[in-house]
């Protein structure tokens, strides 16, 4: 395009310059006391006939607290929609206006990639009649810049247009979506091959699998007996070194966390939440008041809910709710395969955060998670890029079931990935509650649009690049499924993930074991890998173990595999009901262990959901099998609210005053000897 490189070398400079000065973590000293409000916070000046002064000084005093401009305050409270603020700034300052809904594509001289980066910087440059014109999206302190900028030099003015964030986008995506739908779908595809799911040309792991299927056969054939005491003994022993593998886990002591003090709002960054929803209508209210509960200042937070096109519903609650800063809607583009990976994609180029956290449409974070994860971050460096919040189960008392999926979340995130963590292993992150450094997530490549388990294996692509992960207890609640049917589905689509990942990351076995270390890779063989094979043999192992007695009359002494299967099978359970058990007191839910003596029938039931996806990795492997919510009978949540509200009106009727909670606290791990403060 004429005049394009010119023009996109000025752009980068001009971009780089203008993030510098309108970051959202500015000096303290851009934020002056608000004696004055019109004369210290020049950006209210557009608006004071607005508003009485009383609002003004309050929105410049949050302001300097907070560390924004003081027309953030106003736009994120509700007092001022985004549209009327810009216009009127626009009118104050003698420059034009421009929605961009009638600019054609021509006139910007940058890329598609590049444009679609046009959105978090906050500016695009146009070519009007010759002359390179900047159009303006004002966040952070953006518009107290503009407003200095356009006193001290008004031939600015003329090179200058405003605009809102939300016609910036809707400009992006129109001219733009063919290049976000290819990102969001064939970005890891294309620059890191060897890591992606996606459909290839040459199947070579096919071909090595049914190599080594074929040679299992053929083996087979010669030597029945020899051959299948061989298999049946290299199963039994993955088996244990699975098993010794969590008994570690549960076994280490975990150090407390350290005391951290409350950081000042002013310094915190930008911090993006990004939600993936399809056919989720039901949930976008709950969702919402969890995000508005947040302990993080809703002027520096940056809240995607991304939606499929055909999700009707979905978007006309979003439209329901009239949503203003800090959340948006993000459309995820008709191409490619239609998943949760794929979905988080196509927002990620839009993110304006440093920091990015995943939720689900039935998450509800603690309020504090934001803020202890930020203090994790900043003490360990950019080395590590993900901190996992623990998730945990707040439909607990549905049935056996749910009671079950509490038990296994508890040994999960309270016991066994700590532990990893504090072993400098690869973590298999939890699908939700993962909070990153931005920019070490895109350096990775975001997530796999073709993995159904993206989550497990974005973990160990983390770790390949050299990043470490953590865990805090910081939790966040979520409905699991209690009925058969959804459980089912939900653990097939994990096995297929899990298989898919295991697939993907043996491509190149010896430079998986450069990348995570011999440690590293034996801890990937084990969860991920060992974690399928132990529900894809279980059911062998019961088999034989079954037919084995029947033919005795009784336990078998004197056949070693069978008494390996037998040991393999008792252990098993055993370790299960031990990290069950261990997680459950640590998050004071000891009341759910009743479950846990279910352990077999539980085990039968992943085993067939292991076949099923051993199946469809085969016929289907792209397949997502939604897991959709709504369907709790009970709520830990609901009952410790309700217990609140009862204890503050028996307080309150009493004359004493009830300090308000600071975070949901029902069912929380215990905290350590030098937990956080806030």
Not at 260 to 273: A, S
Not at 343 to 368: C, Q
Not at 612 to 625: N, S, T, V
Request: aromatic share 8%; charged share 25%.
């Amino acid at each position: 395009m004429a005049g394009g490189v010119a023009s996109q070398a000025e752009f980068d400079l001009l971009e780089a310059v203008w993030r510098r000065h309108t970051d959202h973590t500015a000096h303290p000293a851009d934020h002056p006391a608000p004696h004055d409000p019109l004369r210290n916070y020049p950006e209210l000046r557009c608006v004071a006939d607005r508003f009485a002064l009383a609002s003004l000084t309050a929105a410049a005093d949050r302001a300097g607290k907070v560390g924004v401009s003081a027309d953030r305050v106003l736009v994120s409270s509700g007092a001022i929609s985004d549209e009327d603020y810009v216009r009127a700034l626009a009118e104050r300052l003698d420059i034009a206006f421009d929605a961009l809904a009638l600019t054609p594509r021509n006139w910007c001289p940058l890329d598609d990639s590049r444009l679609i980066e046009a959105i978090p910087a906050g500016i695009v440059p146009l070519r009007i009649g010759g002359e390179l014109v900047y159009v303006v999206a004002p966040r952070g302190i953006a518009a107290r810049r503009l407003t200095e900028l356009s006193a001290g030099d008004p031939r600015w003015r003329k090179r200058i247009r405003l605009t809102t964030s939300e016609h910036l986008k809707r400009f992006v995506e129109r001219h733009s979506a063919d290049a976000i739908g290819a990102r969001a779908t064939d970005l890891l595809r294309t620059a890191m091959p060897q890591m992606s799911a996606a459909p290839r040309q040459r199947q070579t792991f096919r071909w090595k699998a049914a190599l080594v299927a074929a040679l299992t056969a053929a083996a087979i054939a010669i030597q029945p007996h020899t051959s299948m005491t061989a298999i049946e003994a290299l199963l039994a022993l993955m088996f244990i070194a699975w098993i010794v593998m969590r008994l570690v886990g549960a076994m280490m002591r975990l150090p407390g966390e350290r005391r951290q003090v409350r950081i000042p709002d002013d310094t915190l960054p930008v911090y993006t939440i990004m939600v993936a929803l399809y056919r989720e209508a039901s949930s976008v209210d709950g969702l919402i008041a969890a995000i508005r509960g947040l302990d993080y200042p809703a002027e520096k937070l940056d809240v995607k809910f991304v939606i499929e096109p055909d999700d009707e519903d979905t978007h006309a609650a979003l439209l329901r709710a009239q949503l203003s800063a800090p959340f948006e809607i993000v459309v995820a583009p008709a191409v490619g395969p239609k998943t949760k990976p794929k979905a988080l994609n196509a927002a990620l180029p839009f993110a304006r955060g440093s920091f990015l956290v995943i939720y689900d449409a039935e998450d509800r974070p603690e309020s504090d998670q934001l803020r202890r994860a930020l203090g994790v971050f900043r003490r360990n460096g950019d080395a590590l890029a993900c901190v996992q919040a623990c998730l945990t189960i707040d439909n607990t008392g549905d049935n056996w079931l749910s009671a079950m999926f509490t038990a296994e979340y508890a040994g999960q995130f309270d016991v066994f990935l700590p532990a990893l963590a504090a072993l400098n292993l690869p973590l298999p992150l939890g699908g939700s509650s993962n909070h990153f450094r931005t920019a070490a997530l895109r350096k990775v490549g975001g997530w796999d649009p073709y993995n159904v388990t993206e989550d497990a294996d974005l973990g160990m692509r983390l770790a390949r690049f050299g990043y470490r992960s953590d865990v805090i207890d910081a939790a966040t609640y979520e409905e699991a499924p209690a009925r058969l049917r959804p459980w089912l589905r939900q653990r097939t689509r994990w096995f297929k993930g899990w298989l898919l990942t295991w697939a993907v990351h043996m491509r190149e076995p010896r430079r998986l074991a450069r990348d995570l270390g011999l440690p590293g890779f034996i801890a990937f063989q084990l969860m991920v890998g060992g974690n399928v094979l132990a529900a894809l043999v279980h059911p062998i192992f019961i088999g034989v173990l079954a037919v084995s007695i029947w033919r005795n009359g009784g336990w078998p002494h004197d056949q070693l595999t069978t008494a390996l299967f037998g040991i393999s099978v008792a252990v098993g359970y055993l370790t299960s009901v031990l990290l069950g058990a261990i997680g459950l007191v640590r998050r004071r839910l000891i009341g759910a262990a009743w479950a846990l003596p279910l352990i077999p029938l539980h085990w039968l039931l992943l085993s067939t959901a292991a076949w099923r996806a051993l199946f469809q990795l085969i016929a289907d492997p792209y397949r997502w099998e939604k897991t959709d919510h709504g369907f709790a009978r009970t709520s830990r949540l609901a009952r410790r609210k309700r217990a609140d509200r009862i204890i503050a009106t028996i307080l309150e009727g009493a004359g004493a005053k009830i300090r308000p909670a600071r975070s949901i606290s029902a069912g929380r791990r215990p905290p350590a000897r030098e937990a956080a403060s806030y």
